[in-house]
């Protein structure tokens, strides 16, 4: 069955900097769109940032662009999400997520709601403070 692991999540102060790592397995990796959620206590699972399978396009929410990175190296079945600049509204348990079938057809609009994933991580804290 698809697993996916979350980690790299920490307690980090303002201005610093993670990298959130997805190892994915039971899938075909590279033929996947990815994505990035988060969820803050209280708040709604929001989207933070995805990457297609087909040519590593990239879509991001306004509130983390030019500050988050969103990657993938498909020889380790891995997706990534850098994150620099931390501001203590990152703080929220972070989502790799993973689309409902292969090879689909990417938009960075559609990518960005919950409708296209299909399977979850079990999350990784991340908490800053200021």
């Known amino acids: 069955q698809v697993q996916l692991v979350e980690s790299g999540g920490a307690l980090v102060q303002a201005g610093g900097s993670l990298r959130l790592s997805c190892a994915a397995s039971?899938?075909?990796?590279?033929?996947?769109?990815m994505g990035w959620f988060r969820q803050a206590p209280g708040k709604e699972r929001e989207f933070v940032a995805s990457?297609?399978?087909?040519?590593?396009?990239?879509y991001y929410s306004d509130s983390v662009k030019g500050r988050f990175t969103i990657s993938r190296d498909n020889a380790k079945n891995t997706v990534y999400l850098q994150m620099n600049s931390l501001k203590p509204e990152d703080t929220a348990v972070y989502y790799c997520?993973?689309?409902?079938?292969?090879?689909?057809?990417?938009?960075?609009?559609?990518?960005?709601?919950?409708?296209?994933?299909?399977?979850w991580g079990q999350g990784t804290q991340v908490t800053v403070s200021s």
């Open positions: 039971g899938l075909t990796f590279s033929w996947y769109n």
């Open positions: 997520a993973a689309d409902r079938s292969q090879g689909r057809f990417y938009s960075g609009s559609y990518y960005s709601t919950l409708a296209p994933y299909g399977y």
């Open positions: 990457i297609s399978w087909s040519d590593g396009s990239t």
